[in-house]
C-alpha cells in the first residue's frame, strides 16, 4: 500500500513548490516526488534539481549520526574518515560543555550562529534556533549575504516587499527580466511567460551573461556589470523627456517626481552616456525606453543578482521606480516582482521571541555581526573574538566571499566549530563536531514564499534517516538540557512542538491570515492569501492582486517614495545615482586586473545544495570560465585550454570555454563546492568582503580579475 503526503519544498527559490510524496507504507520509505497538481504555480511538476531529492535523501553519502573529529582541520582530512561516530548523549554533552565554557570566559557574544538558506521553512530557517541563541547571549548575526541590499532597497521606495503575482504575467506584452534568468532558478514563472509570448507578448532580457532565459528571449541586452543603475535611470530620462510617464499616477501615487527629474537631467543619464556605461547604444535604449512605457501591459521580473554589487541598492530603488512612474501597476500583468516575501503577516516574534535576549545573561540585545565579513570576523573581530561559532542552513567555506581569510579563520586552533548538516561538505572540514541533519521529507513545516502569494502546509513523509534531527528538535533538545525552560528566566517556549509554534505563527489579526489555520492547510496543503481582504479564498484569475493599483505604498509618506529621507539618512543620493564600483571596468584597479569576473550560481545546483550529487553533476557543466573570443585570443587562450584566474586575494585554476556567453572584458564562473574545484579551492578565493551601500549585502558581482594560460 502507498500513501501520498503533502509537502512544500523549502529551498532557496521563489517558487515554494507544492510537492506531492509517494511513501510505501509497508517499507516506510519514500518512492517517488512529483510536483502538486492543484498548486496555480507549481502546476504539476518540479525544477531538474528537485526532481531528483529522493536520491538526495537517500544518498550514501547522507551524514546520519553523531561525529566528533579525530584528525587536524581541514580539506586534508575532508569526510567522514576524519570522524568518529559517537552517541548524542556525548554530542549534546559535549557543545554544551563548550559553550558554557566560552561564555563563562568570553562572554556569551564570542559564540556566533551562523546560518541562511538551507531551507526557507519557517520553523527550520528561523524559531527555536533563534530562541535557543536569543536566550543563551550569543552574537546575532546580519544575514545579508544574499538579499538586503535589493530587498531593502524594495522597500526604501515601495514600503513592503509585494510585487506581480506569477499567475499574472500571463496577461502580460512586455515582460524584462532583468538580472532574472527565469528558466534557470525561477522555472514555474516560465509557463505564464511562454503563454504570454503565444498571445503577442515580447520578452526581453537585460543580463551580462547569456543565460538560459537570455538564449531563449527575442531580445538579450547583455550591459556591463554593476552598470544596470546607470540604464534603469537612462530609461527614466527618455521616459520623462518624451512625457511618457502617466502623469496622474505620478501626481496621486508618488513622492519626489520633480526630483526624479532633476536628477535623470544630469549629464550622466543621457543615452548616449549610458550607452558608453552599459555597452549598449544609444539608440536601444531609447527603443527599450520607449517599449517598456508605451507597452500595456508591461512588467518586470528583476532578481538578486541586479544587487551583487556595489551599486546594487541604489540599481535596485531605481529599476523598482520604473512602474512607479509609467502607472504600470494599475494594470493586471503590469508592475514588478522582485519579492512577494512582505505578503505573509505571519506573527514572526512568536517563532524568533527576541526579548528572550533580555533574559540571557547580558540583560540585553547582543551586538550584531555581518554574515558577509565572515572571513574579517573570524581572524580580526575581538572585544570579544569569536570562540564558538555554530553552523546550520548554510555552508559558510564555499559560499562567503573572500575564501582564503574565511579559511584562515576556521584554521584558529582556539575556534569550536559546530555544523548542523545533511551531507560533509566544505565546512564539515573544519568542524570540531558534526551533527546529522533531517531534509524536509523528514520534518513538518510551515511554507510560505517570496514568488508567490500561496501559505502551504509540508507534513513529514518519512521518519528521519538513522539518528538525523532536526533543527527545531535539536535547539529544543540543547535548551532544555541548559535549563532555558526553568528558573526565573526559564521560559515555557522551548518545551513548544512544531505544531504549536505553527499555530502561534498562525494566530494573527490580518484580513490577509483570516480563515487560514493550521487545521486547513493540514487538510488544503495550500492556500492563497486572502488578498482582497474579504475573507474568503479567491484564485488569481478570481480576484488579481494588484498591490499598488490605487497607491497603498507602505512608506512613511504613503507613496511610492522617488526620493527617500531614510536612504538620504545613510549619507546617500535620497533619489538614486550611478557610482562605478570599485572593481569594475570604470575604475584605475581594471588596468591591473582587467576582467570583471561574473561568479554566477549553476543552473542545476541551488547555491551549493546539490552539488555533491552524481545525477545533478550529470546536468552541470563544471570548472569552466568563460571568456569572450577576443579576450581570449590576446592571451593565447583556446577552447578546453587551462587556466588561471587571479587577483590580489587569491588564484583558482579552471578550464576556459570560449563560447561568446560574455562580451568582452567580461568573464563568468560558476559557484561550486571547493572540494569539488581543482586545486580544493573555489572562486570565493577571488571575491571580496567589499559590501552594498544599501542593506550592508555582499557583492560577488564586482570583482576584478585577470587570466592567463596555466
Not at 490580518?510 to 493550521?518: E, S
Request: charged share 25%; aromatic share 8%; proline share 5%.
Amino acid at each position: 500500500m502507498n500513501k501520498v503526503v503533502h509537502a512544500a519544498c523549502p529551498h532557496d527559490c521563489p517558487d515554494a513548490c507544492g510537492v506531492l510524496i509517494t511513501v510505501d507504507e509497508l517499507s516506510g520509505k519514500a518512492t517517488k516526488i512529483q510536483g502538486d497538481p492543484a498548486h496555480p504555480v507549481t502546476r504539476g511538476f518540479l525544477c531538474a534539481k528537485v526532481a531528483k531529492y529522493i536520491e538526495r535523501v537517500y544518498s550514501p553519502d547522507r551524514l546520519l549520526y553523531p561525529m566528533k573529529r579525530t584528525k587536524a582541520k581541514g580539506p586534508m582530512n575532508s569526510g567522514p574518515s576524519a570522524f568518529e561516530r559517537i552517541s548524542w548523549e556525548e554530542a549534546l554533552a559535549t557543545v554544551i560543555a563548550k559553550l558554557e565554557a566560552v561564555a563563562k570566559e568570553f562572554g556569551p557574544e564570542a559564540i556566533l550562529p551562523y546560518s541562511y538558506g538551507g531551507t526557507l521553512g519557517q520553523l527550520n530557517n528561523s524559531s527555536m534556533d533563534m530562541r535557543f541563541f536569543h536566550r543563551l547571549g550569543a552574537s546575532q548575526l546580519n544575514r545579508t549575504i544574499c538579499a538586503t541590499a535589493g530587498g531593502d532597497a524594495l522597500i526604501s521606495v515601495l514600503g513592503k516587499k509585494l510585487g506581480t503575482e506569477p499567475e499574472q504575467f500571463r496577461h502580460s506584452k512586455y515582460i524584462i527580466a532583468w538580472g532574472a534568468n527565469v528558466h534557470g532558478n525561477n522555472v514555474h514563472l516560465w509557463p505564464f511567460i511562454e503563454e504570454a509570448r503565444r498571445n503577442g507578448a515580447k520578452l526581453v532580457v537585460i543580463d551580462p551573461y547569456r543565460t538560459r532565459t537570455a538564449r531563449c528571449a527575442d531580445r538579450h541586452i547583455a550591459i556591463n556589470p554593476g552598470t544596470d543603475a546607470a540604464l534603469a535611470l537612462g530609461m527614466m530620462r527618455v521616459i520623462v523627456d518624451e512625457n511618457l510617464f502617466d502623469a496622474d499616477y505620478v501626481a496621486k501615487h508618488t513622492l519626489g517626481f520633480d526630483e526624479l527629474k532633476k536628477k535623470v537631467s544630469e549629464e550622466t543619464y543621457t543615452p548616449e552616456n549610458v550607452a558608453r556605461l552599459t555597452g549598449m547604444t544609444a539608440e536601444k535604449v531609447r527603443r527599450l525606453a520607449r517599449e517598456y512605457a508605451t507597452a500595456r501591459p508591461a512588467v518586470i521580473r528583476v532578481n538578486y543578482g541586479v544587487q551583487r554589487s556595489e551599486n546594487g541598492g541604489m540599481a535596485m530603488r531605481a529599476i523598482t521606480m520604473l512602474p512607479c512612474i509609467t502607472g504600470s501597476w494599475k494594470e493586471v500583468g503590469g508592475g514588478l516582482q522582485l519579492s512577494t516575501s512582505g505578503s505573509f503577516p505571519l506573527d514572526k516574534n512568536a517563532l524568533i521571541r527576541l526579548d528572550l535576549m533580555e533574559k540571557s545573561p547580558l540583560g540585553r540585545a547582543a551586538r550584531t555581526l555581518n554574515m558577509s565579513e565572515l572571513g574579517r570576523i573570524l581572524t580580526t573581530v575581538n572585544n570579544p573574538p569569536v570562540k564558538a561559532l555554530f553552523v546550520y542552513n548554510s555552508n559558510p567555506a564555499a559560499v562567503a566571499p573572500n575564501h582564503n581569510d574565511v579559511v584562515r579563520g576556521f584554521l584558529r586552533p582556539d575556534l569550536f566549530t559546530v555544523v548542523h548538516e545533511q551531507f560533509f561538505t566544505d565546512t564539515t572540514d573544519y568542524a570540531d563536531m558534526v551533527l546529522p541533519a533531517t531534509t524536509f521529507f523528514e520534518h513538518k513545516e510551515l511554507q510560505t514564499s517570496y514568488g508567490h502569494y500561496y501559505v502551504q502546509n509540508s507534513d513529514a513523509a518519512i521518519a528521519p534517516l538513522g539518528e538525523s534531527k532536526s533543527n527545531v528538535d535539536l535547539f529544543r533538545e540543547l535548551a532544555l538540557r541548559m535549563g532555558f525552560d526553568k528558573g526565573p528566566n526559564g521560559d515555557p517556549c522551548f518545551r513548544q512542538s512544531a505544531e504549536e509554534m505553527i499555530d502561534a505563527a498562525l494566530a494573527v489579526e490580518h484580513p490577509w491570515m483570516k480563515g487560514i489555520t493550521r487545521d486547513r492547510l493540514e487538510k488544503e496543503g495550500h492556500i492563497r492569501l486572502n488578498l482582497s481582504g474579504n475573507g474568503h479564498s479567491a484564485t488569481a484569475e478570481q480576484e488579481p492582486f494588484l498591490p499598488f493599483a490605487h497607491g497603498g505604498f507602505s512608506t512613511p509618506s504613503g507613496k511610492a517614495e522617488l526620493y527617500s529621507e531614510s536612504v538620504k539618512a545613510m549619507g546617500l543620493d535620497p533619489v538614486a545615482t550611478f557610482v562605478p564600483p570599485q572593481e569594475s571596468r570604470h575604475t584605475s584597479k581594471a588596468k591591473k586586473y582587467p576582467l570583471e569576473m561574473l561568479s554566477r550560481k549553476a543552473d542545476n545546483f541551488l547555491n551549493t545544495t546539490f552539488s555533491n550529487l552524481a545525477g545533478h553533476q550529470k546536468m552541470e557543466e563544471r570548472n569552466l570560465v568563460e571568456m569572450n573570443a577576443e579576450d581570449a585570443s590576446a592571451r593565447g587562450i583556446k577552447d578546453g585550454d587551462p587556466v588561471r584566474i587571479y587577483n590580489d586575494r587569491g588564484a583558482i585554476t579552471l578550464t576556459a570555454r570560449v563560447d561568446g556567453a560574455v562580451r568582452k572584458g567580461v568573464v563568468a564562473t560558476r559557484l561550486n563546492w571547493a572540494r569539488l574545484t581543482p586545486g580544493g579551492k573555489n572562486i570565493n578565493v577571488l571575491t571580496s568582503e567589499i559590501l552594498t551601500e544599501i542593506g550592508a549585502g555582499a557583492t560577488f558581482y564586482s570583482c576584478l580579475v585577470d587570466i592567463q594560460k596555466a
